[in-house]
């Protein structure tokens, strides 16, 4: 048990090294540094909140346009981003795998926690910024908030486990991949509500995994919204499974790596 012990304690300070030169490596070669984190989210919530004025509509069930969009943006934007950093996480650190100690999942992990972490400040800093220029702010469920953008980065993580092994295999996933991913922005729940759609409409979006973190985030965040079809043991299905098929595949192209 002092080994097994040991050895995670091991393992959590080479995530964080790698965390640390990622961070290192991420922002601090650029000049807006850390400030590009929280302008890019703030960027695509704005072009949007002037395409709801412009439209003149209003978020859904008494909840604040910029919230509304914040608290859909972000969880989509953990889940993606955290994927697509982890799908490059060999092909950006494959000098590091030398090193004992560091393995694949230590780069995929280190990242995904970054990534996480980066966005959940982002999160705070602009629903923040809104509360003060508004003088009001209320959070309904802290812990549904944690839960889904929790989800969101772990499904992100085994996503990117995936098509990190997967990549070592055939060159074909770098292709495929901004095609799969680009869909995902229009149905996972950034612009709307699952409560809101069709029947027919809905029954197919919930397949989508992100539109449940999204829903989930929402139902903790304001109190006059209650997403009924979330479902997080859902969410908790696909992390199982693509962690599986990602861990296998991993293993199988350990050699691979190693060899190159």
Partial sequence: MS?????????????????????????????????????????????????????????????DVVPFLATGIIPYSMAMQTAEKGSQAINGNKALLFYPHVHTLDLILARGALEVATLTVVLLVITGGWALFTEGFVLDDALRVATGLGLAGLFGMALGLVLCAAGVMTNSVDRIRGPLFRPLFWISGLFFTANAIPTRVREIMLY????????????????TYHARYADPGYVVLWIVGLAFVGLTLERKVRSKVQLT
Avoid: K
């Fill in 3 to 63: 080994s097994l012990l040991r050895g995670a304690l091991v393992q959590l300070r080479v995530v964080h090294a790698l965390a640390l030169r990622e961070t290192r490596t991420r922002f601090g070669a650029h000049r807006l540094g850390y400030l590009w984190a929280l302008l890019e989210p703030l960027l695509w919530i704005g072009t949007f909140w002037g395409f709801f004025a412009i439209a003149h509509r209003q978020a859904p069930d008494g909840m």
């Fill in 208 to 223: 989508n995994p992100i539109l449940h973190c999204v829903e989930m985030v929402r139902d903790g965040w304001f109190p």
